[in-house]
């Protein structure tokens, strides 16, 4: 997903980027701290072991300059423990989000906002007298229409995981390590 901003001194745009890292303590600090150093707010951070044991992948997606992010790109990639960073393009890459919702609903709203829920093939997980837990994974784009279509029910809490990505195709960013 990329999104532009202009500003006085050009364009920012949103990267996600894919982090291989070993899997030892520490790595995440050291990831995230770059990115305070350096001034720049994670919209979204994402961490999990990948089908290697001893490498975990972190998905970090920030708005920068291009420049700007290729420097971070760049400083990431010199950090102890990093050992392969890649900027994934939004047209080459699956992206996907998990949000559970907590909605205010009583007995007279239940079905519609159950037909909502269904329209956006999500699921409900929890069923109170008064509110319904929706649980939904898909793009940026997707849960934000969600909530949109749910808010006029009274969005009483919201649970949000960080963006995972993937690239298209048969390539592996961990065969790049082997």
Known sequence: MSST????TGAVTTHTLSVLVENKPGVLTRVT????????????????????PDVSRITVIAR??????????K??????NVLKVEEL?????????LLLIKVHVGDDQRANAVQIVDLFRAHVVDVS????????????????ALLTALSPYGLAEIVQSGTVAIGRGPQSLTDAIS
């Open 5 to 8: 901003h202009h500003s006085a």
């Open 33 to 52: 701290a770059l990115f305070s150093r350096r001034g720049f707010n994670i919209d979204s951070l994402a961490v999990g072991p990948t089908e290697r």
């Open 64 to 73: 920068a300059h291009d420049a700007a992010m290729d420097q971070i790109t």
């Open 75 to 80: 400083q990431l990639d010199k950090l102890i």
């Open 89 to 97: 393009k939004p047209e080459s890459t699956v992206e996907r989000e």
């Open 129 to 144: 007298p008064e509110s319904l837990v929706v649980e939904t994974t898909g793009s940026r784009a997707k849960v934000q």
